[in-house]
């Protein structure tokens, strides 16, 4: 079991590499992001990228490993650069949906996804986090920091049940939605002025 949720987290670092490759239109935030829909019509998996702030010239960040003869103090040397942040997380409930916000800040390319999962597995140390609701959406923030922990937000009322968010590497920050119904319709959009990845999860039938 562990051996598989390692395959998958390296599937997420391999994720963003690819998604990297791509660059956001400021203008038009809805078509930096793709789908994959089920019979049903409701997007399964969404993906796409964020310019945040003034990032360098020189491309999209990648993530790679140091020569092996080489030392190095620096940390965080297998980490995209620059760097964005992960500033806030936060919740809203609409009139036909419930709202997680992702607040991001600092200069960088970040690569988002956001999937349906059957547990919620955390990809750092492979820790199942608990966070109730008959579905568990997973959301990955990629080439990004968290310069502060998040504590667990619990909803009382609207389309989900409590939100998990935690750094699992010097470069990715990992989400979960615990949902009230099972595998709601959601979108997500990621979006420049204000810097941000807006998750909405629908009640039936909105």
Same mark, same amino acid.
């Given at each position: 079991m562990r051996h598989r949720r390692?395959?998958?987290?390296?599937?997420?670092?391999?994720c963003f590499t690819a998604l990297v490759g791509c660059q956001s239109n400021p203008e038009s935030p809805a078509e930096s992001s793709t789908s994959t829909v089920d019979n049903s019509?409701?997007?399964e998996t969404e993906t796409g990228t964020i310019q945040v702030g003034n990032p360098a010239i020189a491309g999209p960040p990648s993530i790679t490993l140091p020569?092996?003869?080489t030392p190095s103090t620096d940390t965080d040397t297998n980490s995209p650069s620059p760097l964005a942040e992960v500033? =806030? @997380? &936060?919740?809203?409930?609409?009139?036909?949906s419930s709202r997680v916000t992702?607040?991001?800040d600092g200069n960088g390319t970040v690569a988002w996804k956001v999937e349906y999962v059957s547990e919620a597995v955390r990809g750092g140390d492979s820790k199942v986090v608990d966070v109730g609701g008959r579905s568990i959406i997973q959301i990955d923030?990629? =080439? @990004? &920091?968290?310069?502060?922990?998040?504590?667990?937000i619990t909803a009382q009322d609207g389309t989900i049940m409590a939100v998990e968010t935690a750094s699992v590497s010097s470069s990715i920050v990992q989400s979960f939605i615990g949902t009230a119904a099972a595998r709601p319709e959601f979108r997500a959009t990621g979006t420049e002025l204000p810097d941000q990845l807006v998750v909405d999860i629908f009640f039936a039938g909105g």
């Open positions: 390692l395959i998958a987290f390296g599937g997420t670092l391999l019509g409701n997007a020569p092996v003869d500033t =806030g @997380v &936060t919740t809203e409930h609409l009139y036909d992702y607040q991001l923030l990629m =080439g @990004v &920091t968290a310069p502060q922990p998040f504590p667990p």
